[in-house]
């Protein structure tokens, strides 16, 4: 599995969009790219995941690069309650592998 | 409501007193598997299991025994604790179609003394 490059940490101020950006130059054709996030010590929670095409769902939006070296995750309208830490994950969707988690980016939404 | 269940939430024990850790989940998945999460070290998975009688060793199993003798419930047995198994344990869970989209348990906090 491709190996993903995040920022430690992120700031954003409550009402503006969140923007993560994830690296993963190294990802294979048949390999889609995975975001959770962590709140606190909560379970991981998924968020969204895609292969090539943008995704949006109720929670976020990924864009991946036309290369898929890279993606970003999009959170329209940040609220204090998406502080948390953000794990950007490649993976073949079917797969007995695990999912390899890095350290991940603590995003902190200030009021 | 879908929802993987770990029992217990929090629990301090001592050296040597097996303990068993309970997972369930509603959701019929196939898929169901066990991590330990460290400071500096993130979500290392113990176990995993692809269905019913099927377990497969993750990436840190040693000290750790599971099974999966039903498809909703997937416990994790520590047969002899030791104070290096003081972690924070998920249990997750997936359809076997996707098992990059996992749901998890809210976490057990396991202290070894």
């Known amino acids: 599995d491709a190996k993903t490059t995040q920022p430690p940490s992120m700031d954003c101020a409550e009402g503006r969009a969140a923007n993560l950006p994830c690296n993963h130059s190294t990802i294979s054709g048949n390999e889609y790219v995975y975001w959770y996030r962590q709140i606190h010590s909560q379970g991981p929670q998924y968020i969204i995941h895609?292969?090539?095409?943008?995704e949006t769902n109720e929670m976020a939006s990924l864009i991946i690069t036309e290369d898929r070296k890279s993606s970003t995750l999009i959170l329209p309208h940040a609220t204090l309650r998406d502080t948390a830490v953000y794990y950007c994950?490649?993976?073949?969707?079917?797969?007995?592998?695990?999912?390899?988690w890095g350290a991940g980016t603590k995003l902190i939404i200030k009021p | 409501e879908a929802q993987v269940t770990q029992n217990p939430r929090y629990l301090i024990t001592v050296t040597g007193k097996k303990l068993t850790v309970t997972c369930s989940q509603n959701?019929?998945?196939?898929?169901m598997s066990w991590y330990r999460q460290d400071p500096g070290l993130g979500l290392r998975q113990i176990y995993y299991s692809m269905n019913v009688e099927v377990t497969d060793k993750g990436d840190v199993p040693e000290g750790y025994k599971v099974s999966r003798k039903e498809k909703r419930n997937f416990p994790l047995i520590l047969e002899s604790p030791s104070p290096n198994q003081t972690s924070l344990y998920f249990c997750a869970s997936s359809n076997r179609e996707n098992t990059g989209e996992l749901f998890f348990g809210e976490g057990s906090r396991l202290t070894v003394l």
């Open positions: 895609g292969l090539k095409n943008n």
């Open positions: 959701m019929n998945h196939e898929y």
């Open positions: 994950i490649v993976r073949v969707r079917y797969s007995n592998y695990q999912l390899i």
